[in-house]
């Protein structure tokens, strides 16, 4: 994402920070980064999938960020855990939907997403999502 400024990143995580992964998910929006010059309400799927992986790896890689499920951590390495992350994302906005198509992130509280977002606080201690 060599186009995202380091002050969008940062606002970012900011507003992000200690919610479950769908405040990521709702922050990476045009009106967030408008370094990428994106018009209208939403960025496109695809664009915004690369943008939350982006986030979540830099995240990961930082410290910032550890992935579970069922209040468990993920093992392997941080790339063994994203691409089992990536694997299991939609592949298209439907998909992030209930079946009754009324909650556009339901995705991320279904039993098919395969992590869940654990912040690491600045003294070490977990806030679990």
Known sequence: MNKLKQEEYEEIVKFAAFQSFTGLWAYIAPNMIP?????????????????????????????HLKLAKKGHMLTGTIDEQLKIFHDAFPNNEDEMFDSQHLMDDYWFYDKSCPAEAVWVRNDGTLEWT
């Open 35 to 63: 370094s990428l010059n994106f018009s209208g309400d939403q960025l496109p799927f695809q664009t915004r999938k690369e943008l939350f992986f982006y986030f979540v790896q830099r995240l990961l890689n930082e410290g």
